[in-house]
């Protein structure tokens, strides 16, 4: 697919930066997003020579404000409800297959990231913000739900029940400090210093066993659903072995 709304390009070896590009529009998300992101992103499943993506915002605006409205409203407008689930369904896909990625996504946010913007940092593995970063579940504010888009699943785990109902009932912004204080986001940086600091990141990643990184993703996503510590040492001493025999050569 020739892409008109999000940018791709190698970096280096392993890396790669994947860029929402519709700036003027605060980078949101219209139908021709959502079609080349599902593209993307299905390309990625076989991608073995690209390690960490780093996914990023075009534009002084913002990361992501959400939603096309202007479009999705009139699309909206002729859907029934079997139409509009199934769009509903496709939302919620792609923050599922950003799991099932074998690559370590990083997310370096500056300016707002709300509604499915939000699910995109959700949906990444580590999440790098400037001093002006803001998030809103804001599902709740356009007359739907708050639970939308994987948010209902990744907030309560990220930084607990208590304060994820208060977000997602409310449709608030979480500031910079507070996504840093509440375990959101693991680094909070100077705008001008944010893509150094993502791909400090991605470098140092990208130096680790590409096997390693990729187990180690799956394990933390499965323990999340786990039922319980011998379950997940299962899963983890599965993994160790996996990778001792891939590093010494032993089966």
Request: negative net charge.
């Amino acid at each position: 697919m020739d892409y008109e709304t999000i940018v791709y390009e190698p970096q280096e070896p392993g890396i790669g930066i994947l860029t929402l590009n519709r700036p003027r529009t605060y980078n949101a998300v219209n139908l021709r997003m959502m079609k080349e992101l599902e593209d993307f992103w299905s390309e990625r499943a076989n991608d073995l020579d690209t390690h960490v993506i780093i996914l990023r915002g075009s534009g002084e605006k913002g990361f992501c404000a959400g939603l096309d409205l202007g479009e999705a409203l009139e699309l909206q407008q002729q859907m029934n409800a079997h139409e509009f689930y199934h769009s509903q369904c496709r939302m919620g896909k792609l923050m599922l297959t950003m799991r099932q990625v074998p690559q370590i996504i990083i997310c370096a946010v500056h300016g707002a990231a709300a509604g499915i913007g939000f699910s995109f940092a959700l949906s990444s593995d580590v999440r790098v913000i400037s001093p002006d970063a803001r998030f809103s579940a804001a599902y709740i504010n356009i007359g739907l739900g708050g639970a939308d888009m994987a948010c209902s699943y990744f907030l309560p785990r990220m930084i607990g029940a208590g304060r994820a109902y208060e977000y997602m009932l409310t449709g608030n912004f979480m500031s910079a400090q507070e996504a840093m204080n509440l375990g959101f986001a693991s680094r909070m940086v100077e705008k001008d210093r944010l893509m150094d600091a993502a791909l400090g990141l991605a470098r140092t990643m990208n130096g680790k066993n590409p096997v390693g990184l990729r187990l180690t993703k799956e394990a933390i996503n499965v323990n999340i659903d786990i039922g319980g510590l011998e379950q997940a040492l299962h899963v983890e001493n599965r993994n160790q072995a996996l990778l001792y025999a891939e590093v010494f050569k032993k089966i």
